[in-house]
Structures are given as C-alpha cells and as structure tokens.
C-alpha cells in the first residue's frame, strides 16, 4: 500500500519552502511600494495554511520513501507548487484567470518560458521577481533542492532523484545524493552570480540583471522586457548570454569534475559535450549563411543573432534578440531540430538530450555493421562505458512516448482551430520545454493569450512530462501502479 503520508509530510515542508520564496519577492514589493504587496502577504498566509494542513496530514510518519511513493511526490509537488505558485497573480489581479495564471506559473517551474502576458513590462517588480524565481528554483527541480537543504527529510533519496533527474544516465559526484545535490547547486549557484556579474559590467542594471542572470542559468527564459534581451541592443550582453546559456546546458557533473578536479581531457573527449558543440557548429553556419545570403544580414550581426538563436533553443532557454519568425523557413525546420534534441543530461535544458542521440547515432552505426558482419559482438559504448540492453529499450520506448505525446497534442490542437506550423511547433516547445514558438500567428516574439483554455491545460501537461521526462507522470496512469504487489 502507498505511504501516503510520507508524500504529505514533504509536501507540507516544501509549500514551507515555497512560501518562503514569496516572503522574499513580498519584502520586495514592500521596499519598492508596489500594489502586488496584499497580494504576496495573502498568498504566503494561504500557502503556510496548505503547509500545516498537508504536514498535519503526515504526522508521524515513517521517514521512508519507495520507488512509488517517489514518483507520485515528485508529481504532485510540481503541481501543487505550480497551484500555489498561481495565487500572487490571481489575488494582484495582473491574470485574471485561474487557468493563465496556473499556465503562467507552470511554464516557469519547468523552465519552459512560454507566456500568456502581452506586456511583462506592466508587472510589478514582485510578480516580475516571482516569475523569475520559479524558473531558477525549477532549473535543478524543486526536490532536488530540497535533497540539498534538508537531506534529512527525504529517506528515499536515490528515488526521488531517479523521478526528477533528467537523461537517461545518472552520474554522481559523490556516494552520498545530498553532497551531489549540494555540489550541483554550489556549481549552479556560482553561475548565476557570475552570470549576474557581466550582465552588470555589460550595461543592465542591478534588478534586470539578476533576473536574466537567474533564468539564463536555469535555462527558462522569462524577461523583465516584452523584447527579451532584444530591448537592450547591446552585443556584449547577447554574447555574455550565449557564454552562459551554453554552460548551463553542459551537464554539471562535467563542469564539476573540470572546474574542482582539473580533469580537462575528461571534458573535451565527453562523446555527448562534443556532439553538443557540433550541433551547435553546424546550425550555426548554416543560419548564418541563410541570415547572409536570403536576409541581407551583415556578417557580424548574423553571427551574433544566429549563434544566439541557436544555443537558445538547444538549451531550451527561449530568450531572443531577433524575431525569426522572419527568418527564411529552412532556419525554421533547423531551429526546430535543435530544441528537440537539447543539450546535455544533468544540466538544467530541456529536449530529449544530446546524450540520448549520442546513443542512436551508435546504435544506428552497430545495426549497419552487423549487417556487414551478422556474427559480429557490437556493444554500444558512450564515454567508454557498456549501455546495458536494457538502457536501450529504455531509450527507445521513450522517443516513441516523446514522439506519440507530440502527436497527440498536434492532432488536438488542429482540430481546436490551431494552424498547422503552430501546433507542431507548440507540442515540440512544450514537450522539450523551450518556451518560444515558430509561426506567424503565435511567433517566437509573441505571448500565447489567444490560445484556446483547453489547449492551455492541455500545455500544461505536456510542460510538466516534458521536464519529468515523461514516465514519471505516465506511470502514474497505469493500472500495476496502485496494485499493492
């Protein structure tokens, strides 16, 4: 039988947490004298009220968690925190509906970036922080942060993280989670201040900063301006974004073992880091030559916006300096291709992960050779480790869910309505967690208001299994889950 009350022990420490988190953007409203001020004070009452009811709810319980009761955690938290995390919108009154503010609120827990708001600029400087900040605590995953500050409150650690990690190959600095979740948010931490730092010396100013600073690392996306970083016209500031969202979407362990180790041949020989870099080589060129050739662009400003637009959308981070829905089309199918495929496992991009395509690319590589050789013993290698067999049907069964989920929400979406090039493009940007799209009726530069209520919800979904990477919440649904053997 479930253990329930484990899952509400946590869940109620955690709406602890996250009611905290709007202590700090309300104190913020009440130093600037902003009208979200009420808003944030009613929303933290109501979250620490839901904290004692849930935490009232586990009382005494066994500090102890199984691979079930894992997965239905990390589930539920991301939704009750996203239910929770509505309120200041809806109490402030800046979303004027329960089902945009949720929508709101869980595209910046799962880092995806999109937006229901026309004009970000009109937010007051608390509900501005609050957007920010649920991408930067969503970044790493919010258990996951949890696993760092109070190791103690989670027994099945290991689990927990198998539910919220992302990539199919689980690497760890150390032999006890909560050091590598302390490590991991060390490394993420420095970042961000560092990231903050030359955004200051390149011109923003000290609140604009730190919020681009935050959601660049957390690869989200979510602005202070309506122009994303476009506003600023400032090639230092797009150069110092493309250095750290390309760092954000190299997996943290490798970062971990360069910058404290010194192992820099381990970094450079990473199959997946170079795949990674040559993705990024080759989709760049080719933008840029479109950008030259077709668009009239100069070649330093293709450069920039091509490369920017480029590691933007492989790191599923979804800022933008330029509107390329006015690109030429092929850029289109090429951006496309890199927001399906992501950076790397253990960083805070979304996408099915280079290290996944790492995998195919070798497997696809051993069935030509076996036909060649029929006899011939083809194991599959990444970074000099055996993938299990079973890791390979792992890996496949989940490219098929990836690709039925997509479907699925584009065959929906054309049916409400939706233009074709939209709704493929949506149910990818959803599914991989990017945040912008490519069309013209919702393009790359423009909020998603006009989308339907159900197709919001349905979003939704897709957010969250896209940043669970999918069978955490589709195991949920099956009839073997709540069988008690």
Known sequence: MLNFKIIYKIIGTLLYIEAAMMMICMLMAIQLNGDDTLAFIISVVITIMGGIIFRYLGRNSENSLGRREAYLLVTLTWIIFSFFGALPFIISGYINNFTDAFFETISGFTTTGCSILDDVECLPHGLLFWRTMTQWIGGLGIVF???????????????????????????????????TAKWIWSIYLFLTITCAFFYYISGMGMFDCLNYAMTTTATGGFSTHNASTGYFHNPYLDYTAIAFMFLSGTSFTLLYTTLFKGRIRQFLKNSEFRFYVTVVFIATTAIVLILVNDNGYKLADAIRVGLFQVISFITTTGVFNDDAAQWHHITWVILSICMILGACSGSTSGGLKSIRAVMVLTILRNEIRRIIHPRAVLPVKVN???????????????????????LFTYFCMILMGIDSTNSITIS???????????????????????????????LSALMLMGRLEIFTVVVLFTPSFWKDN
């Not at 027994?155 to 690497?171: D, H, L, M, Y």
């Not at 055996?386 to 039925?404: C, D, E, G, H, R």
């Open 145 to 179: 942060f949890t696993i760092a500050i109070i190791p103690s409150l989670v027994g099945g650690n290991v689990k927990v993280f198998s539910a919220e990690a992302t990539g199919p190959i689980r690497a760890k600095m150390h032999p006890r989670l909560s050091t």
């Open 384 to 406: 000099d480790n055996n993938i299990p067999y079973s890791s390979q049907v792992t890996l496949l069964a989940f490219l098929a869910a990836y690709m039925l989920l997509c």
């Open 428 to 458: 990818i940007s959803c599914a991989s967690n990017v945040g912008p799209t490519l069309g013209l009726e919702i393009g790359p530069t423009m909020s998603w208001a006009i989308l339907p209520a159900t197709v919001k919800w349905l």
